[in-house]
């Protein structure tokens, strides 16, 4: 518990600023998720962060509304909620114990700070021991993600890529995106 709370704290700090940082202008600009532009996207992690907080406290997942600008303080509301013991107890939803599918958070966090960077052309720098652990997850649960639809067909990388960047090809995104 302690050290997943601590990568998916240190997942959210870049994140949370990227969002923070950007401008009613820059929502409806393109993102390397096909599905979402930037408002899209940010109504998604807002409904992930809602979902999160809702499943530390063995609630029902919430029903993803309208983009409503408040995902730092949701992603604030959902690291709480997960630091309460319990909250890693038991099975998820979607039949795993609860402390694997928190690594879906983790990996939203990291993957769509990305999106939101390249998307508005800022610096995202993700803390290293955050990436390795998404990375290790995203490598196992490629398959079921792409018969799921939650992951493109893998991008191939160069050998000497960072834990980034081949995270971001198993999850079927190019590294080197531009809008």
């Not at 302690?2 to 704290?9: E, G």
């Not at 509301?77 to 630091?83: G, I, K, V």
């Not at 792409?146 to 191939?156: L, P």
Request: glycine share 8%; net charge negative; with cysteine.
């Amino acid at each position: 518990m302690d050290d997943m709370l601590k990568d998916l704290t240190s997942a959210s700090l870049p994140t949370v600023a990227l969002v923070r940082d950007l401008s009613e202008e820059e929502l409806a600009l393109p993102t390397p998720c096909a599905a979402f532009d930037v408002r899209g996207l940010l109504t998604h992690l807002e409904w992930v962060a809602e979902t999160f907080e809702s499943m530390a406290a063995k609630g029902p997942r919430p029903e993803q509304g309208e983009y409503t600008g408040d995902f730092p303080e949701r992603m604030g509301r959902t690291l709480t909620a997960w630091s309460e013991p319990a909250a890693w107890e038991g099975e998820s939803s979607i039949g795993m114990p609860v402390a694997a599918t928190v690594n879906l958070l983790l990996v939203d966090l990291i993957v769509h700070g990305w999106d939101l960077a390249a998307a508005t052309g800022r610096s995202y720098q993700p803390d290293g021991q955050a990436v390795e652990r998404a990375l290790a997850f995203t490598r196992q649960m490629a398959p079921m993600g792409r018969e799921r639809g939650a992951f493109g067909d893998e991008v191939e990388v160069p050998g000497d890529a960072t834990d980034l960047d081949r995270l971001l090809g198993v999850t079927g995104r190019d590294p080197a995106w531009t809008p």
